[in-house]
């Protein structure tokens, strides 16, 4: 994994990498990660569920370098995470064609790549491959 130049972001970045990567390196771990997100414990987790795992281990926020609340393309590339898809802008989330995402733009757009059946729930195989595309090493 890459990190951002400034210290600050790279130790927020390496400490979330590391207990994902610790988190997702046994499958007993990816099953208690994947019952975490399942907060109401039925066996799939909702866009609901979604939003709040991943806003809670602060993906956006690490994205978000200036703080604004929007990801810019500036942004999307000073990351360069090292997640398993072929966007080289923004464009495929951004719903108000504005040329910046906020979060819920990200989180839609991460949903609907991951909803495989497009059955607005990730089950733990779809869950699976999101941990696999490295989505959730970011």
């Known amino acids: ?65 200036n703080d604004d609340g929007l990801l810019s393309d500036d942004e999307w590339a000073e990351v360069d995470y090292d997640f398993d898809y072929d966007y080289d802008s923004l464009s495929a989330w951004d719903d108000d064609d504005d040329g910046l995402l906020d979060d819920n733009e990200v989180y839609e757009g991460t949903f609907a790549d991951f909803d495989l059946d497009d059955d607005d729930y990730l089950d733990a195989d779809e869950w699976d491959d999101a941990g696999d595309s490295g989505w959730l090493d970011v």
Request: aromatic share 10%.
């Open 1 to 65: 994994m890459k990190f951002l130049k400034t210290d600050n972001m790279t130790l927020r970045k390496t400490s979330l990498a590391l207990g994902v990567m610790l988190a997702l390196g046994s499958g007993s771990a990816l099953a208690a990660t994947f019952d975490t997100a399942d907060s109401n414990g039925n066996g799939k987790i909702s866009k609901d569920e979604y939003y709040g795992y991943v806003g809670d281990i602060g993906v956006y926020g690490d994205w978000d370098l």
